[in-house]
Nanobody, 119 residues
Framework: QVQLVESGGGLVQPGGSLRLSCAASGILFSFYTLGWYRQVPGKQRELVAS???????VYADSVKGRFTISRDNANKTVYLQMNSLKPEDTAVYYC?????????????WGQGSQVAVSS
């Protein structure tokens, strides 16, 4: 059974920091591209950052220079370090694990973690 379990969300003041964690089980973790997405009510889920199996990372323009994604293959965990948080970063954050193989694609999601940035 595949599970992606997120932790680390919460309420933080503008300019503050949070670190999200996502622990995976039931998958060959090192083969997967891992990502963090976020969603606010009424809007589509958007990519925040992703990191490939080889370590290449991409970021949404809105978070470049403030957020850092990292992965720990030994512990099957992906992190999102969020610094200089802004009210517009408020959203539910989801981790994802994706892998393309010859016969299709595997795509898994965490349950979501609420991040609220407010004074």
């Amino acid at each position: 059974q595949v599970q992606l379990v997120e932790s680390g969300g919460g309420l933080v003041q503008p300019g503050g920091s949070l670190r999200l964690s996502c622990a995976a089980s039931g998958i060959l973790f090192s083969f997967y591209t891992l990502g963090w997405y976020r969603q606010v009510p009424g809007k589509q889920r958007e990519l925040v950052a992703s990191v490939t199996s080889s370590g290449g990372a991409v970021y949404a323009d809105s978070v470049k220079g403030r957020f850092t994604i990292s992965r720990d293959n030994a512990n099957k965990t992906v992190y999102l370090q969020m610094n200089s948080l802004k009210p517009e970063d408020t959203a539910v954050y989801y981790c994802s694990a994706q892998r393309r193989v010859a016969w299709g694609e595997y795509n898994y999601w965490g349950q979501g973690s609420q991040v609220a940035v407010s004074s």
